[in-house]
């Protein structure tokens, strides 16, 4: 009897640990389920050790996402395991209201999907530089998660926000550059990148002939742009050649020859590059959600590549981080395509961008149209290193956000507002634009009937452009704009600027502080309308300058306002600030009125302390 007991309790034993196991595991399943929107509908699984012809489960799972993607129906769910995916997901089909289809990281694992594919069969070719066969073509190239410069002169860092720009010379003139700096070797059929006039914007030319004989060389190409005072090719004008074999002469740089397929690449180390994961790009998107609707994608580490939401609707892409979202080579000035189409791009209705960062774009980071889409709580920065007219954010359409994003490190501007009507920019944290260019703003508008469009609580400060760097920037012909309760600091030019005509554009409550000025305008011919606008209960510790019809009253002007502390961006007042109680009550606008008395500036006493930008850190380099 006592064995057989004791044969009793170990069996009992291993019942219960049975059980313990299954509960163990479905813990396991439900904490994954939680981890992202739910559905009512199939589970899938999918990890680089799965198969296609497997049935998708935790223990038997695909082998790539876009296999689950084929077969996905409304309410179903896509658990994707830690590795690297080299695909474009495209779902067949459609979700439903209340029954998403969502695509999601297994348990926040990491997983990368990347437009990169693996160049290998490194071999010696001239001295630290070495070659092999490009199965394909390509215009970016990645040594161990960082993008290499194309072959080029003058040289330049790793660092596509601070590049290095030869100037031209006396005797260039709009079809032709001189200087005698350029190097004495034929680029005929290299790219010209031409920045010229003012240097607000770039163009691409091919060189057509290098003219070594002079004592100043120079190269022609078809400067056929309209060269006004703005854009013309002079004495001054910054550009740099690149795409030749013969200028690849400095660690980091790479060249590919498109008739020989061969790529050279000179490591920044000097070392060989078969030590090195050394990828190109390939494809221009990791999701493809383009005309889908309710489709979720939550906790994914994107490389190379881009998220599709053209025309798709109740769409959410969350928790992901993009990192060198789109690359071109070829700029036309303002006439750029990738203005309203590189970065993430969003457009139809109703679709989110929640708690993502975008690091690195030739373009934009996330181009922004359609209706009532949103960007909340996104880190978007280093971008438009083609130094064209692209920002953090192009902004357009009807109703759509920008709230508590960090936006900062921008070629121009970092949100570009054109065409955007009754849209809100709000609580966010600016900063660093103006890297590559001249004559814009942190925001920035032309010609624009903003409907109502509300800036309002955002810090926009440390405008680096070397001209024009403008805070809040509405240019020429915009209208209709509300401005209220930002902090624009540090900007070299204006803090707010109203070029003419400006109408009905309405300013208050804001902190404008140690600018250039503290509200500007210009207009052509000497224009000075600004009817309809208004400048009330603001802070202005810089010179003034009103156009013709402005309403301007109940504003401090002087150098102290009585701030907390602008060294820490404590931006309150002070108990004997002479800005309290010295405005009035805008209602609708002034957030904690003193009776009919209000505080001057962005923070009112009494009111919440509120602090604009992202809330969850640095995103992971990948």
């Given at each position: 009897?006592?064995?057989?007991?004791a044969?009793?309790?170990?069996?009992?034993?291993?019942?219960?640990l049975?059980?313990?196991?299954?509960?163990?595991?479905?813990?396991?399943?439900?904490?994954?389920v939680?981890?992202?929107?739910?559905?009512?509908g199939?589970?899938?699984?999918?990890?680089?050790?799965?198969?296609?012809?497997?049935?998708?489960?935790?223990?038997?799972?695909?082998?790539?996402i876009?296999?689950?993607?084929?077969?996905?129906?409304?309410?179903?769910?896509?658990y994707?395991?830690?590795?690297?995916y080299?695909?474009?997901?495209?779902?067949a089909?459609s979700?439903?209201?209340?029954?998403?289809?969502?695509?999601?990281?297994?348990?926040?694992e990491a997983?990368?999907?990347?437009?990169?594919?693996?160049?290998?069969?490194w071999?010696?070719?001239?001295?630290?530089?070495?070659?092999?066969?490009a199965?394909?073509?390509?215009q970016?190239?990645?040594l161990?998660?960082?993008?290499?410069?194309?072959a080029?002169?003058?040289?330049?860092?790793?660092?596509?926000?601070?590049q290095t720009?030869?100037?031209a010379a006396?005797?260039?003139?709009a079809?032709s550059i001189?200087?005698?700096?350029?190097?004495?070797?034929d680029?005929?059929g290299?790219?010209?990148?031409?920045?010229p006039?003012?240097?607000?914007?770039?163009?691409?030319?091919?060189?057509?002939?290098?003219d070594?004989?002079?004592?100043?060389?120079?190269?022609?190409?078809?400067?056929?742009?309209?060269?006004?005072?703005?854009?013309?090719?002079?004495a001054?004008?910054?550009?740099f050649?690149?795409?030749?074999?013969?200028?690849?002469d400095?660690?980091?740089?790479?060249f590919l020859?498109?008739?020989t397929?061969?790529?050279?690449?000179?490591?920044p180390?000097?070392?060989?590059?078969?030590?090195?994961r050394?990828?190109?790009?390939?494809?221009e998107?990791?999701?493809?959600?383009?005309?889908?609707?309710?489709?979720?994608?939550?906790g994914?580490?994107?490389?190379?590549?881009?998220i599709?939401?053209?025309?798709?609707?109740?769409?959410v892409v969350?928790?992901c981080?993009?990192?060198?979202?789109?690359?071109?080579?070829?700029?036309e000035?303002?006439?750029?395509p990738?203005?309203?189409?590189?970065?993430?791009?969003?457009?139809?209705s109703?679709?989110e961008?929640?708690?993502c960062?975008?690091v690195y774009?030739?373009?934009?980071?996330v181009t922004?149209?359609?209706a009532n889409n949103?960007?909340?709580n996104?880190?978007?920065?280093?971008?438009?290193y083609?130094?064209?007219d692209c920002?953090a954010?192009w902004a357009?359409g009807?109703g759509?956000?920008?709230?508590h994003?960090?936006l900062?490190?921008?070629?121009r501007s970092?949100?570009?507002?054109r065409?955007m009507?009754a849209?809100r920019?709000?609580?966010n944290?600016?900063?660093?634009?103006?890297?590559?260019?001249?004559?814009?703003?942190?925001?920035?508008c032309?010609?624009?009937?903003?409907?109502?469009?509300?800036?309002?609580?955002?810090w926009v400060?440390?405008?680096?452009?070397?001209?024009?760097?403008?805070?809040?920037?509405?240019?020429?012909g915009?209208?209709n704009?509300?401005i209220?309760?930002?902090v624009c600091w540090?900007?070299?030019?204006s803090?707010?600027?109203?070029?003419?005509p400006?109408?009905?554009?309405?300013?208050?409550?804001?902190t404008?502080?140690?600018?250039?000025?503290s509200?500007?305008?210009w207009?052509?011919?000497?224009?000075?309308?600004?009817s309809?606008?208004?400048?009330?209960?603001n802070?202005?510790?810089?010179?003034?300058?009103?156009?013709?019809?402005?309403e301007f009253?109940?504003n401090?002007a002087?150098?102290?306002?009585?701030?907390?502390d602008?060294?820490?961006?404590?931006?309150r007042?002070?108990p004997?600030s002479?800005?309290?109680?010295?405005?009035?009550k805008?209602?609708?606008?002034?957030?904690?009125?003193?009776?009919?008395r209000?505080d001057?500036g962005?923070?009112e006493?009494g009111?919440?302390f509120?602090?604009?930008g992202h809330?969850?850190?640095?995103?992971?380099?990948?």
């Amino acid at each position: 009897m006592p064995r057989l007991a004791a044969e009793s309790a170990v069996t009992e034993g291993g019942a219960l640990l049975r059980i313990f196991a299954y509960l163990v595991f479905l813990a396991v399943i439900i904490s994954a389920v939680r981890s992202a929107p739910m559905g009512d509908g199939a589970v899938y699984f999918v990890s680089p050790s799965g198969s296609d012809s497997n049935p998708g489960t935790l223990f038997k799972p695909f082998r790539t996402i876009q296999k689950a993607a084929s077969i996905m129906r409304p309410g179903d769910i896509c658990y994707v395991r830690a590795g690297i995916y080299r695909e474009t997901v495209r779902p067949a089909s459609s979700g439903e209201p209340g029954r998403p289809i969502t695509f999601a990281a297994y348990r926040n694992e990491a997983v990368v999907i990347t437009g990169a594919d693996p160049i290998q069969g490194w071999q010696p070719y001239k001295g630290a530089i070495y070659s092999a066969q490009a199965p394909f073509q390509f215009q970016q190239l990645f040594l161990d998660g960082q993008m290499m410069v194309l072959a080029r002169w003058p040289n330049t860092s790793l660092d596509p926000m601070q590049q290095t720009w030869a100037v031209a010379a006396r005797g260039t003139t709009a079809n032709s550059i001189a200087d005698p700096k350029l190097p004495k070797i034929d680029l005929t059929g290299a790219t010209a990148h031409i920045l010229p006039g003012a240097h607000w914007v770039t163009w691409t030319r091919p060189v057509k002939q290098f003219d070594l004989t002079k004592t100043a060389p120079s190269f022609t190409f078809d400067g056929n742009w309209n060269q006004d005072w703005a854009h013309a090719v002079q004495a001054g004008t910054k550009y740099f050649l690149e795409g030749s074999l013969a200028l690849l002469d400095s660690p980091g740089e790479w060249f590919l020859d498109p008739q020989t397929k061969t790529v050279y690449l000179w490591t920044p180390q000097g070392d060989n590059p078969n030590g090195h994961r050394i990828e190109a790009r390939r494809r221009e998107f990791a999701f493809n959600l383009s005309s889908r609707s309710y489709i979720n994608v939550h906790g994914f580490r994107i490389f190379s590549a881009s998220i599709n939401m053209q025309n798709a609707k109740n769409c959410v892409v969350s928790n992901c981080h993009v990192r060198y979202a789109s690359h071109f080579t070829k700029c036309e000035g303002w006439g750029t395509p990738q203005h309203t189409n590189s970065g993430i791009v969003i457009s139809g209705s109703n679709n989110e961008l929640r708690n993502c960062s975008v690091v690195y774009s030739a373009g934009n980071g996330v181009t922004l149209l359609g209706a009532n889409n949103k960007i909340v709580n996104c880190l978007i920065r280093n971008v438009n290193y083609a130094a064209v007219d692209c920002g953090a954010v192009w902004a357009e359409g009807t109703g759509n956000v920008i709230s508590h994003c960090t936006l900062y490190n921008a070629g121009r501007s970092l949100i570009v507002h054109r065409a955007m009507k009754a849209g809100r920019i709000e609580y966010n944290n600016m900063f660093n634009d103006g890297l590559l260019t001249t004559d814009l703003g942190i925001t920035y508008c032309y010609g624009t009937d903003g409907a109502g469009t509300v800036i309002a609580y955002n810090w926009v400060h440390h405008n680096k452009a070397a001209s024009v760097g403008v805070g809040i920037y509405i240019d020429n012909g915009s209208s209709n704009h509300l401005i209220h309760h930002n902090v624009c600091w540090a900007n070299p030019d204006s803090g707010i600027r109203l070029n003419t005509p400006s109408r009905n554009n309405l300013v208050y409550h804001n902190t404008v502080i140690q600018n250039g000025n503290s509200l500007g305008y210009w207009g052509p011919n000497n224009q000075r309308d600004q009817s309809g606008c208004k400048a009330v209960n603001n802070i202005f510790t810089d010179r003034v300058d009103l156009g013709d019809g402005i309403e301007f009253h109940h504003n401090f002007a002087g150098k102290d306002p009585g701030i907390v502390d602008l060294t820490t961006a404590d931006f309150r007042l002070k108990p004997n600030s002479p800005c309290r109680g010295a405005g009035i009550k805008i209602e609708g606008i002034t957030t904690y009125p003193k009776g009919d008395r209000a505080d001057l500036g962005a923070y009112e006493t009494g009111a919440p302390f509120w602090k604009p930008g992202h809330t969850w850190g640095e995103p992971p380099i990948f």
